[in-house]
């Protein structure tokens, strides 16, 4: 796979796994709403904020592992010259801290007991700063890439076909008609009829 294929790959995955790690963490840090919404299963929402936390971890890792060097060259080059600083490059600059943030403070928080209570409760404040401030980005990124979004939503629109049905309803509705209109007689004339 290019880098290009690895890059886009990362890209979708890892925003399903942020907006899953936002509601679940939401969740979790609003045990009111979590009550209003779902009434409860704390343990539950904190196993897949877990568990997908691990994914957020290992989609990264993953992608360096499949191509480190290309993709390195891939990222110097977005963030290089010769244009000076964009809204581009402070996105990835942004994307990339804010993901080794939420990260190492969520190893932190995972790893709760190896720490001073002091190094978690920072951790703690750190992690639902940076979650807000991502999903802030987040909402930036879209409106920013509004014009690429609804180009690449036309051309998945329009590239669809229209349902394949294991049957055609209007074949069907004319061989009822035919049927209605045999001569059950002419049938019984006919070699092999009844």
Same mark, same amino acid.
């Given at each position: 796979m290019s880098p290009?294929?690895?890059?886009?790959?990362?890209?979708?995955?890892?925003?399903?796994?942020l907006l899953l790690l936002f509601a679940t963490g939401l969740l979790l840090a609003q045990p009111d709403l979590r009550g209003s919404l779902v009434g409860g299963?704390?343990?539950?929402?904190?196993?897949?904020?877990?568990?997908?936390?691990?994914?957020?971890?290992g989609l990264p890792l993953l992608a360096l592992l499949l191509a480190a060097r290309p993709l390195l060259r891939d990222l110097l080059r977005r963030l290089g010259p010769p244009d000076g600083i964009t809204w581009r490059k402070v996105h990835i600059a942004l994307t990339l801290a804010a993901g080794l943030v939420l990260a190492a403070t969520?190893? %932190? #928080?995972?790893?709760?007991?190896?720490?001073?209570?002091?190094?978690? !409760?920072?951790?703690? &404040?750190?992690?639902?700063?940076?979650?807000?401030?991502?999903?802030?980005?987040?909402?930036?990124?879209?409106v920013a890439a509004r014009r690429k979004i609804a180009v690449r939503t036309?051309?998945? %629109? #329009?590239?669809?076909?229209?349902?394949?049905?294991?049957?055609?309803? !209007?074949?069907?509705? &004319?061989d009822d008609l035919e049927d209605d209109h045999r001569d059950p007689l002419e049938e019984q004339r006919r070699p092999g009829g009844s």
């Open positions: 290009v294929g690895i890059r886009q790959a990362l890209h979708h995955l890892y925003t399903a796994a299963y704390g343990r539950e929402i904190l196993d897949i904020h877990l568990w997908v936390g691990w994914v957020f971890l969520g190893l %932190v #928080l995972w790893l709760d007991s190896g720490f001073p209570l002091a190094v978690s !409760d920072v951790a703690v &404040e750190v992690h639902e700063i940076v979650s807000y401030l991502v999903i802030a980005i987040l909402g930036l990124h879209l036309r051309e998945i %629109v #329009l590239r669809e076909r229209e349902p394949h049905f294991p049957f055609d309803l !209007d074949d069907d509705l &004319e």
